[in-house]
Protein backbone atom coordinates (compact mmCIF):
# COMPACT_ATOMS: atom_id res chain seq x y z
CA UNK A 1 0.00 0.00 0.00
CA UNK A 2 1.35 3.64 -0.91
CA UNK A 3 3.19 4.59 2.31
CA UNK A 4 1.91 8.86 3.11
CA UNK A 5 4.74 11.12 3.50
CA UNK A 6 3.69 11.78 6.84
CA UNK A 7 3.69 7.96 7.59
CA UNK A 8 7.02 7.66 6.20
CA UNK A 9 8.37 10.23 8.29
CA UNK A 10 6.92 9.42 10.97
CA UNK A 11 8.42 6.02 11.16
CA UNK A 12 11.70 7.58 10.27
CA UNK A 13 11.49 9.26 13.59
CA UNK A 14 10.79 5.70 15.67
CA UNK A 15 13.94 4.70 13.77
CA UNK A 16 12.38 2.27 11.64
CA UNK A 17 15.13 1.00 9.09
CA UNK A 18 13.17 -0.40 6.83
CA UNK A 19 11.57 3.56 6.31
CA UNK A 20 15.29 4.88 6.00
CA UNK A 21 15.54 2.89 2.67
CA UNK A 22 12.57 3.02 1.62
CA UNK A 23 12.89 6.73 1.41
CA UNK A 24 16.51 6.62 0.14
CA UNK A 25 15.25 4.61 -3.19
CA UNK A 26 12.41 7.24 -3.29
CA UNK A 27 14.06 10.28 -3.35
CA UNK A 28 17.43 10.11 -4.67
CA UNK A 29 16.71 9.89 -7.95
CA UNK A 30 15.27 13.14 -7.50
CA UNK A 31 18.32 14.39 -5.85
CA UNK A 32 20.39 12.58 -8.41
CA UNK A 33 18.73 14.66 -11.18
CA UNK A 34 18.96 18.38 -9.89
CA UNK A 35 22.48 18.12 -8.79
CA UNK A 36 23.19 16.79 -12.14
CA UNK A 37 21.50 19.84 -13.51
CA UNK A 38 23.22 21.79 -10.90
CA UNK A 39 26.82 20.68 -12.65
CA UNK A 40 27.57 18.18 -10.02
CA UNK A 41 29.24 14.68 -10.69
CA UNK A 42 27.37 11.97 -9.62
CA UNK A 43 29.84 11.17 -7.26
CA UNK A 44 28.80 14.88 -5.57
CA UNK A 45 25.73 14.19 -5.67
CA UNK A 46 25.55 10.65 -3.99
CA UNK A 47 27.09 13.22 -1.30
CA UNK A 48 24.46 15.66 -1.49
CA UNK A 49 22.39 12.75 -0.84
CA UNK A 50 24.33 11.49 1.64
CA UNK A 51 24.18 15.38 3.74
CA UNK A 52 20.64 15.47 3.26
CA UNK A 53 19.79 11.87 5.05
CA UNK A 54 22.67 12.43 7.38
CA UNK A 55 20.77 15.87 8.04
CA UNK A 56 17.30 13.86 8.51
CA UNK A 57 19.02 11.13 10.52
CA UNK A 58 20.30 13.73 13.41
CA UNK A 59 16.45 14.28 13.97
CA UNK A 60 16.77 18.13 14.37
CA UNK A 61 15.15 18.87 11.28
CA UNK A 62 12.71 15.89 11.17
CA UNK A 63 11.28 17.36 13.93
CA UNK A 64 10.58 20.54 12.54
CA UNK A 65 8.53 19.32 10.29
CA UNK A 66 5.01 20.33 10.75
CA UNK A 67 2.22 18.72 8.28
CA UNK A 68 -0.24 21.74 9.36
CA UNK A 69 2.25 24.63 8.47
CA UNK A 70 3.04 23.64 4.62
CA UNK A 71 3.71 20.37 2.25
CA UNK A 72 6.22 17.72 2.55
CA UNK A 73 7.33 19.16 -1.02
CA UNK A 74 8.10 22.36 0.18
CA UNK A 75 9.88 21.45 3.27
CA UNK A 76 12.09 18.77 1.20
CA UNK A 77 12.69 21.26 -1.62
CA UNK A 78 14.01 23.83 1.33
CA UNK A 79 16.18 21.24 2.75
CA UNK A 80 17.76 20.38 -1.04
CA UNK A 81 18.32 23.59 -1.94
CA UNK A 82 20.08 24.78 1.24
CA UNK A 83 22.25 21.55 0.88
CA UNK A 84 23.10 22.03 -2.70
CA UNK A 85 23.64 25.56 -2.25
CA UNK A 86 26.43 24.75 0.81
CA UNK A 87 27.92 22.34 -1.64
CA UNK A 88 28.73 24.25 -3.89
CA UNK A 89 30.34 26.88 -2.12
CA UNK A 90 32.34 24.22 -0.34
CA UNK A 91 33.44 23.29 -4.55
CA UNK A 92 34.05 26.71 -5.33
CA UNK A 93 36.51 27.35 -2.46
CA UNK A 94 38.11 24.45 -1.85
CA UNK A 95 38.35 23.09 -5.51
CA UNK A 96 38.77 26.50 -7.40
CA UNK A 97 36.44 26.04 -9.76
CA UNK A 98 34.16 29.10 -11.10
CA UNK A 99 31.68 30.95 -8.69
CA UNK A 100 27.87 29.79 -9.00
CA UNK A 101 26.55 31.71 -11.32
CA UNK A 102 29.26 30.43 -14.15
CA UNK A 103 28.80 26.41 -12.82
CA UNK A 104 27.67 24.47 -15.59
CA UNK A 105 24.04 24.06 -14.75
CA UNK A 106 21.07 22.69 -17.10
CA UNK A 107 22.69 20.41 -18.82
CA UNK A 108 19.44 19.12 -20.86
CA UNK A 109 18.76 23.05 -21.74
CA UNK A 110 15.57 22.78 -19.78
CA UNK A 111 16.29 25.79 -17.06
CA UNK A 112 17.65 28.98 -17.08
CA UNK A 113 21.17 29.20 -16.57
CA UNK A 114 21.13 31.23 -13.58
CA UNK A 115 20.05 28.28 -11.90
CA UNK A 116 22.93 27.75 -9.19
CA UNK A 117 22.47 31.48 -8.91
CA UNK A 118 18.77 31.08 -7.54
CA UNK A 119 19.85 28.33 -4.55
CA UNK A 120 20.83 31.74 -2.48
CA UNK A 121 17.91 33.96 -4.05
CA UNK A 122 15.42 34.73 -1.55
CA UNK A 123 12.08 34.31 -3.23
CA UNK A 124 10.55 30.43 -3.30
CA UNK A 125 7.94 31.36 -6.03
CA UNK A 126 7.27 29.60 -8.66
CA UNK A 127 9.52 32.03 -11.44
CA UNK A 128 12.71 31.18 -8.96
CA UNK A 129 15.06 28.72 -11.37
CA UNK A 130 15.37 26.23 -8.44
CA UNK A 131 11.68 26.01 -7.50
CA UNK A 132 11.02 25.09 -11.28
CA UNK A 133 13.19 22.30 -11.64
CA UNK A 134 12.33 21.01 -8.13
CA UNK A 135 8.68 20.95 -8.91
CA UNK A 136 9.43 19.32 -12.35
CA UNK A 137 12.25 16.22 -10.97
CA UNK A 138 9.48 15.92 -7.88
CA UNK A 139 6.36 15.09 -10.40
CA UNK A 140 8.57 13.04 -11.79
CA UNK A 141 9.54 11.26 -8.57
CA UNK A 142 5.53 10.86 -7.38
CA UNK A 143 5.01 9.77 -10.78
CA UNK A 144 7.57 7.14 -10.40
CA UNK A 145 6.61 6.51 -6.80
CA UNK A 146 3.37 5.36 -8.25
CA UNK A 147 4.06 2.94 -11.07
CA UNK A 148 6.26 1.01 -8.48
CA UNK A 149 3.29 0.81 -6.13
CA UNK A 150 1.27 -1.04 -8.87
CA UNK A 151 4.30 -3.06 -9.88
CA UNK A 152 4.66 -4.64 -6.41
CA UNK A 153 0.59 -5.08 -6.11
CA UNK A 154 -0.25 -6.62 -9.15
CA UNK A 155 0.68 -9.73 -10.15
CA UNK A 156 3.91 -9.61 -12.73
CA UNK A 157 1.88 -11.45 -15.37
CA UNK A 158 -1.05 -8.57 -15.39
CA UNK A 159 1.60 -6.18 -14.84
CA UNK A 160 3.75 -7.16 -17.79
CA UNK A 161 0.71 -7.21 -20.00
CA UNK A 162 0.04 -3.54 -18.93
CA UNK A 163 3.53 -2.58 -19.39
CA UNK A 164 3.52 -3.43 -23.00
CA UNK A 165 -0.46 -2.32 -23.92
CA UNK A 166 -0.38 0.82 -22.22
CA UNK A 167 3.28 1.72 -21.43
CA UNK A 168 4.48 0.73 -24.27
CA UNK A 169 1.46 0.85 -26.36
CA UNK A 170 2.38 -1.87 -28.26
CA UNK A 171 -0.56 -3.86 -30.35
CA UNK A 172 -3.18 -5.72 -28.46
CA UNK A 173 -3.35 -8.04 -31.21
CA UNK A 174 0.80 -8.40 -31.04
CA UNK A 175 0.68 -8.95 -27.15
CA UNK A 176 -2.24 -11.14 -27.65
CA UNK A 177 0.07 -13.44 -30.54
CA UNK A 178 3.12 -13.00 -27.93
CA UNK A 179 1.93 -14.47 -24.91
CA UNK A 180 -0.52 -16.51 -26.28
CA UNK A 181 -3.71 -15.10 -25.01
CA UNK A 182 -6.80 -13.60 -26.15
CA UNK A 183 -7.65 -9.97 -26.41
CA UNK A 184 -10.31 -10.14 -23.83
CA UNK A 185 -8.58 -11.19 -21.20
CA UNK A 186 -5.29 -8.21 -22.51
CA UNK A 187 -8.36 -6.07 -21.55
CA UNK A 188 -9.05 -7.67 -18.23
CA UNK A 189 -6.01 -7.47 -17.35
CA UNK A 190 -5.33 -3.64 -18.04
CA UNK A 191 -8.40 -2.76 -16.79
CA UNK A 192 -7.16 -4.66 -13.32
CA UNK A 193 -4.47 -2.24 -13.72
CA UNK A 194 -6.04 1.03 -14.46
CA UNK A 195 -8.24 0.96 -11.22
CA UNK A 196 -5.46 -0.10 -9.04
CA UNK A 197 -3.57 2.84 -10.72
CA UNK A 198 -6.26 5.07 -10.12
CA UNK A 199 -6.66 3.64 -6.16
CA UNK A 200 -2.66 5.16 -5.87
CA UNK A 201 -2.88 7.92 -7.84
CA UNK A 202 -6.19 9.12 -5.81
CA UNK A 203 -3.69 8.53 -2.79
CA UNK A 204 -0.76 10.80 -3.82
CA UNK A 205 -3.07 13.49 -5.04
CA UNK A 206 -4.00 13.48 -1.43
CA UNK A 207 -0.98 14.54 -0.26
CA UNK A 208 -0.52 16.95 -3.49
CA UNK A 209 -3.76 18.22 -4.73
CA UNK A 210 -2.16 21.12 -6.71
CA UNK A 211 0.33 18.45 -9.19
CA UNK A 212 -1.15 17.24 -12.19
CA UNK A 213 -0.21 13.60 -12.30
CA UNK A 214 -0.30 12.72 -16.00
CA UNK A 215 -0.54 8.58 -16.24
CA UNK A 216 -1.74 6.30 -18.27
CA UNK A 217 -5.22 5.42 -16.91
Known sequence: MYTTRKTLLQRMQDCDEISWEEFYRIYWPLVLDIGRKLGMSQDNCADLMQEIMLDLFNGETLLHYDPAKGKFRTFFGVLVR?????????TARFANVPSQNSVESGASGA???????SLVRDDHGESNPFQMLFDEEYRKCLLSAAMNELRNTIEPKTY?????VVLQERP??????HLGINRATIDVYCSRCRKTLRRIVSEIRLENPDFNLDIPL
Not at 111 to 117: K, S
Open 82 to 90: HKAAEMLKK
Open 111 to 117: FPDDLPA
Open 160 to 164: AIFEM
Open 172 to 177: QKEVAR
